[in-house]
């Protein structure tokens, strides 16, 4: 079947190579110049009207000036250039039966007096570039009539929307997505579908900011997407639906729906989803030099699994009145994974010979969740963007972790059956207060106050199976209570003048952490108490219109998770052992980043170079005992900085046709400063790339893909082997974009993929390979109904906490064993 659809898939792609473009289509295009310089005006705004005044399209020219469009039907009409600062100029134009027609160059003289306020609100700007961010006018696009949001997203400048519809800024996915200046937990974990599922005519522009300030300099923010609603209070109905389906066997589906009745507005999303993974298989190979009866050890592995998860978010919000708002939101998560496994594993001694041979059948269950809510009320001001925020956030994320093993020995090792339950989480309450108050159009401060209750618990028990029973091991009970209260203020200050922009602020957090451990018959007790000062420096200078420089720094907290401190001790796997480690400290990181940006309505281009410093990392340890055991967990060993560049660039030679390239280099070097090696650094490149493509082939169908690679990940004690994947996708829309059919195909010309990771130290080497299944086929239907125009409207200001390291593995597994 895949066949097929592979040279399904390349047929279409071949489909433009012969009919590109519209063959009744006209293409008309021009230069705008400034009459004494004679050089481009960038971004001027070009309507298109016939001549009973309609408007048939507007769009925004690019850095030089240069625009492009295309009429199909025989018309008559006037081309209407606007800029601020300029005149307005009017070109007639006749679209016959030329498939080309240029009308050349056209002066602009600058105005030398004020612009009458109706013809500006007639010709409205569609880009407005600032020094520290770029606005796309919404609703001076014709287009954003008959278009959701998402289809809104392709046209902005900096922003890149893949055939999957996956959202990219400057070719990074590290960005937030603001609804009205407020973060939203439902546009974090589901932005492309509801933004497929929003109007575009609901919408009055899309803000990209490329330097956040002090409030949004935390860790993993790029930059911002703020989407800020029209003002209308339009009421109504509307949502959609959608299904998926998968070559491995999983499913899952969705639902969104807003209304809003009178001061009163909500939304809701929830969708169900069944994955599975087919039977994949494991290798690894371990040499200990510690040992001369345990010297190699080698594991082979199948297993395969599968997992069922829902998910649900909602918005709602009251207004009191024009100037008082209360707004609430949720996202919440449940979802549980069942893995099947049987493991051989044999281990030689120095002279080649085998010493020791076992099987092992492992079952694993998993259950994880998350459940975040907002409560925010909002003072707003008559003095534009002056605003006072009060906010209230709860984020509670539960998880199970459960296994159960059956040893056969089958050379010199006895046989034993044995299970395990963990119960951890992690419990979070924030409070916060926020003030914006724009002094002038040049200074801005901004200020506010935070303070968190972060609990994270977790009870481990563990069972032996004896005459027929399992009886309760409690040597090895473990337990765990994690509490930290943080308090913290920040300042931030903004300074603009001509084109030069000036960012600083600084946060002052103090961290007050108590744990209390107990393992076996043995109890541990600690506290730790840091107050950090937390800068933040950024200073842009706008070249031109269209191309800019920035020099930032930043300082960085990253405090580890849930993950990373749970002392659970999974030992599923006879000869290894893994867990989190509850003495862990924060991570403190310098970051430095010059860029340069250039950016116009068909060309992005943005290049920098950045630093790293940390010199508190958090990394994951592997050692190995001279039984064999392999032993995993986390460490403050140490440094870890990276040195290197990234860049990003598209092209958009249409509005049928885009590309988009990105790439991302580093040196890394890692020093481990404690520990069995006191002195073991590694040090080498690591970098990645990806290209893309999206295409309406014609009216209502595209294609698209992507390709990219990998080279590997670098770690303290190794490096995990590159790779590289690709997909392609057919999407046909119906009945006015309400239906949607589509299919993909992902790494068509691999049907499997191997991962190889290599690990060593002076005691030690460590070979692993992990092979599965790769090559998928997804099916998916969606249909929008009903019609809004707004939003719900949301605090402009709200809670953030992004100073937890997250991940880690499951449970403190560190990764868990080879």
């Known amino acids: ?28 295009s021009g230069k705008v110049v400034d009459s004494l310089s004679k050089k481009g005006v960038p971004f001027v705004t070009v309507t298109v009207q016939d001549a009973q005044k309609k408007v048939l399209k507007r769009l925004a020219s690019d850095g030089s000036g240069k625009f492009d469009f295309t009429l199909k039907d025989n018309v008559k009409g006037e081309v209407i250039i606007t800029a601020i600062g300029y005149n307005p100029a009017k070109v ?51 287009e954003s009539q008959t278009s959701n949001a998402l289809d809104m997203l392709r046209k902005v400048p900096l922003l890149t929307v893949d055939g999957e519809d996956n959202i990219t800024l400057k070719g990074s996915s590290s960005f937030k997505i603001l609804v009205n200046g407020k973060e939203s937990t439902l546009m974090s974990s589901n932005p492309k579908d509801v933004l497929k599922g929003m109007p575009a005519s609901s919408i009055k522009n899309v803000e990209v900011i490329t330097n956040p300030s002090s409030k949004y300099s935390a860790e993993g923010v790029g930059g911002i997407i703020n989407i800020v609603t029209a003002k209308k209070t339009l009421e109504g109905v509307m949502g959609s639906v959608n299904l998926r389906a998968d070559s491995f066997g999983g499913f899952g589906g969705g639902f969104y729906t807003t209304a809003k009745i009178g001061k009163l507005s909500f939304s809701l999303n929830y969708g169900p989803n069944y994955n599975k993974q087919k039977e994949s298989t494991g290798y690894s190979l371990t040499e200990n030099y510690l040992s001369a009866t345990d010297r190699r050890t080698e594991t082979s592995s199948l297993s395969d699994g599968d997992g069922f998860s829902n998910f649900a978010s909602g918005d709602m919000s009251y207004e009191i009145d024009s100037l008082n708002l209360l707004s609430l939101s949720f996202w919440g998560y449940g979802g549980s994974w069942n893995n099947k496994s049987e493991i051989l594993t044999s281990v030689y001694n120095d002279q080649g010979v085998l010493s020791q041979q076992f099987s092992q059948a492992n079952k694993n269950k998993s259950t994880s969740g998350s459940i975040s809510g907002n409560l925010d009320y909002q003072r707003s001001f008559k003095k534009p963007d002056k605003l006072f925020t009060v906010s209230y956030k709860l984020d509670y994320i539960p998880r199970e972790t459960e296994y159960e093993y059956t040893v056969d020995g089958i050379l010199n090792y006895a046989d034993k059956r044995n299970t395990s339950k963990n119960h951890a989480g992690s419990y979070e309450n924030t409070f916060q207060v926020d003030f914006v108050n724009p002094i002038t159009p040049k200074h801005q401060y901004e200020l506010g106050t935070k303070y968190i209750i972060r609990t994270n618990p977790s009870e481990t028990n563990y069972y032996n199976f004896s005459n027929g029973s399992w009886v309760e091991d409690a040597s090895r009970y473990g337990d765990l209570t994690y509490t930290q209260n943080i308090v913290a203020a920040y300042m931030g200050y903004l300074f603009k003048m001509n084109k030069v922009s000036l960012k600083t602020g600084f946060r002052l957090e103090g961290a007050y952490t108590d744990a209390d451990s107990k393992q076996g018959g043995t109890a541990t007790s600690f506290s730790n108490n840091v107050t950090d000062v937390v800068p933040y420096f950024t200073l842009s200078y706008k070249l031109k219109e269209s191309s800019s420089v920035k020099l930032n720094y930043t300082q960085r907290l990253q405090r580890p998770g849930i993950w990373y401190l749970n002392p659970y001790i999974d030992d599923s796997k006879p000869k290894s052992l893994s867990y989190g480690n509850p003495k862990l400290d924060a991570e403190k990181v310098h970051a430095f980043d010059l860029g340069y940006s250039f950016f116009s309505s068909k060309v992005n281009v943005d290049f920098g170079l950045f630093a790293q410093l940390n010199d508190n990392a958090i990394q994951s340890i592997l050692t190995v005992r001279s039984d064999g055991v392999q032993v995993r967990t986390y460490e403050n060993s140490g440094t870890n900085n990276s040195f290197g560049a990234n860049v990003y660039g598209s092209y958009r030679p249409s509005p049928k046709l885009s590309f988009s390239l990105n790439g991302r280099a580093s040196y890394s070097v890692m020093e481990r400063n404690g520990g069995v090696n006191e002195t073991f650094r590694k040090e080498g490149w690591v970098y990645n790339g990806s290209g893309s493509f999206y295409w309406t082939v014609i009216p209502g169908l595209s294609f698209s893909g992507y390709v990219g690679g990998y080279s590997g990940w670098l770690q303290l004690q190794g490096k995990s082997k590159g790779f590289w994947y690709n997909s392609f996708s057919l999407r046909k829309e119906f009945l006015s974009k309400k239906l949607n059919l589509s299919v993909s195909v992902s790494s068509p010309f691999q049907n499997y993929r191997t991962s190889t990771s290599n690990m060593s130290d002076k ?54 064993g080879n």
């Open 763 to 816: 005691t030690f080497s460590s070979h692993s390979e992990y092979r599965y299944q790769n090559r998928t086929v997804s099916f998916g239907i969606s249909y929008r109904f009903g019609k809004m125009g707004a939003m719900v409207k949301k605090a402009k200001r709200s809670i953030s906490n992004d100073d937890v390291k997250s991940g880690g593995g499951s449970g403190g597994n560190g990764g868990g």
């Open 92 to 142: 007639k134009f006749s679209v016959g039966s030329k498939p080309k027609e240029n009308l050349g160059t056209i002066v602009m003289s600058e105005s030398t007096s004020k612009i009458d306020q109706v013809v500006v609100q007639a010709q409205k700007q569609l880009v407005k570039v600032e020094v520290d961010k770029l606005s796309y006018n919404t609703e001076a696009d014709p």
């Open 1 to 28: 079947m895949y066949r097929f659809l592979i040279f399904f898939l390349l047929v279409v792609g071949g489909l433009p190579l012969a009919s590109f473009g519209d063959s009744n289509a006209t293409l008309i």
